[in-house]
């Protein structure tokens, strides 16, 4: 069975500090891989997504994520955050094989971006 | 367009009752997938729907239920309510199509039901 981690469960910033988010998933199969955000009061939003073809994905929001497919990961990063970026971020798989749109999500990351 | 709507938003039920949640996809997705979300469990996976058939399902007992329409809507049933039912129930509807069963697809989700069991 497919799984997800997120390795940082908190994460608190400064307006303006890079970001970056890590995720490594086990699943020996070709995967499709997203980051969504859950920003607070919000549903869940896509961030970002790969299929195949560029591993350098952008995303919404200044976002964008780097599939390594020999570490298995999919890391979040953004260049500078802002007070907005406040918010849970899940990363999730999909493995191609099991067919149809069960994802699997990570842990989730909550951060905080102080003004 | 509008986006995935679920009600009810709230519902507050007692142990041993059943319940239903109703899920509107986008108009024109085809494929709905439920999910649980807990603070202890994260974001799980129940089951999906694509063309009124269950395509995929989670690892939950079989008290957890669903069934789509002709319509794409869906509804997912929970019967003998449990303590530990008690989560905030998501839909999301995607554009998957049959003849691309392999490929990948966007899921939007919709804001969810919140389910307290007391």
């Known amino acids: 069975a497919q799984s997800v981690s997120q390795h940082n469960h908190h994460v608190i910033l400064s307006e303006a500090a890079s970001l970056e988010l890590g995720c490594n998933y086990s699943y020996g199969g070709t995967v499709n891989l997203f980051w969504y955000v859950q920003y607070p009061g919000q549903h869940l939003q896509l961030l970002l997504k790969?299929?195949?073809?560029?591993?350098l994905v952008k995303g919404i929001k200044g976002f964008e994520a780097e599939f390594i497919k020999s570490k298995f990961s999919f890391n979040l990063r953004k260049p500078s955050v802002q007070w907005s970026d406040t918010a849970e971020y899940f990363c999730a798989v999909n493995a191609r094989q099991s067919g149809g749109n069960m994802l699997t999500f990570g842990g989730g990351t909550r951060l905080m971006v102080k003004p | 367009k509008a986006g995935v709507t679920q009600t009810p938003r709230y519902l507050i039920k007692t142990r041993g009752q059943q319940v239903t949640l109703s899920c509107s996809p986008i108009s024109g997705h085809r494929s709905v997938s439920w999910y649980q979300q807990t603070p202890g469990q994260g974001l799980q996976f129940l089951f999906e729907?694509?063309?009124?058939?269950?395509?995929n399902k989670g690892n939950f007992p079989g008290r957890f239920s669903g069934r789509q329409f002709s319509n794409s809507r869906s509804e997912m049933n929970v019967s003998t309510l449990e303590l530990g039912d008690s989560a905030l129930y998501l839909c999301a509807s995607s554009t998957r199509r049959d003849t691309d069963f392999l490929a990948g697809y966007e899921q939007y989700f919709g804001p969810g039901t919140r389910l307290t069991v007391t």
């Open positions: 729907y694509f063309s009124e058939t269950q395509r």
């Open positions: 790969y299929f195949s073809g560029d591993p």
